[in-house]
């Protein structure tokens, strides 16, 4: 479950979008079996009870958007983004685990003049702890 608050301050050819979020997942793993191997034997009635895993995550997320080809983003059908990002996690296991760490987003949407088809890529790039992801994000859309 999460939620999100956010809002938009428009500006001639950019917008502040910030935004809040937090999301809170729990899930029981259970019981995981397994083949153990050692000095020439093997043992397939292994298993583990691997418990709970819950985590929480909070981001604060002040996007930019800036109009590409008109002289306002709700006009534009090009649009550049760039969207810093301050991220909390709370991970919950046998153990608890709790970091924070920061990213950025950046991304480049086009939509076509008559409004039927349109294109997004987006770049995502986080440090939260000791990890590190990424992702890349490609959209296209065309209605018939």
Same mark, same amino acid.
């Given at each position: 479950?999460?939620?999100?608050?956010?809002?938009?301050?428009?500006?001639?050819?950019?917008? !502040?979008? /910030?935004?809040?979020?937090?999301?809170?997942?729990?899930?029981?793993?259970?019981?995981?079996?397994?083949?153990?191997?050692?000095? *020439?034997?093997?043992?397939?009635?292994?298993? !583990?009870?691997?418990?709970?895993?819950?985590?929480?995550?909070?981001?604060?997320? /002040?996007?930019?958007?800036?109009?590409?080809?008109?002289?306002?983003?709700?006009?534009?059908?090009?649009?550049?983004?760039?969207?810093?990002?301050?991220?909390?996690?709370?991970?919950?296991?046998?153990?608890?685990?709790?970091?924070?760490?920061? *990213?950025?987003?950046?991304?480049?949407?086009?939509?076509? &003049?008559?409004?039927?088809?349109?294109?997004?890529?987006?770049?995502?790039?986080?440090?939260?702890?000791?990890?590190?992801?990424?992702?890349?994000?490609?959209? !296209? &859309?065309?209605?018939?």
């Amino acid at each position: 479950m999460g939620g999100a608050l956010t809002g938009v301050y428009a500006y001639e050819r950019y917008e !502040l979008r /910030p935004e809040l979020a937090f999301s809170y997942g729990k899930t029981w793993i259970g019981d995981v079996g397994f083949t153990g191997v050692a000095y *020439g034997l093997t043992d397939d009635t292994l298993s !583990l009870d691997a418990g709970n895993v819950s985590i929480a995550n909070l981001t604060l997320r /002040p996007e930019i958007v800036w109009a590409l080809d008109a002289e306002m983003v709700a006009d534009s059908n090009a649009q550049l983004s760039f969207a810093p990002r301050l991220i909390c996690e709370r991970t919950t296991t046998a153990t608890t685990t709790q970091d924070c760490g920061t *990213g950025a987003e950046i991304g480049l949407s086009s939509n076509s &003049e008559d409004g039927l088809s349109s294109a997004n890529i987006r770049f995502v790039v986080d440090r939260v702890g000791n990890s590190r992801r990424s992702n890349v994000v490609f959209n !296209l &859309e065309h209605r018939f």
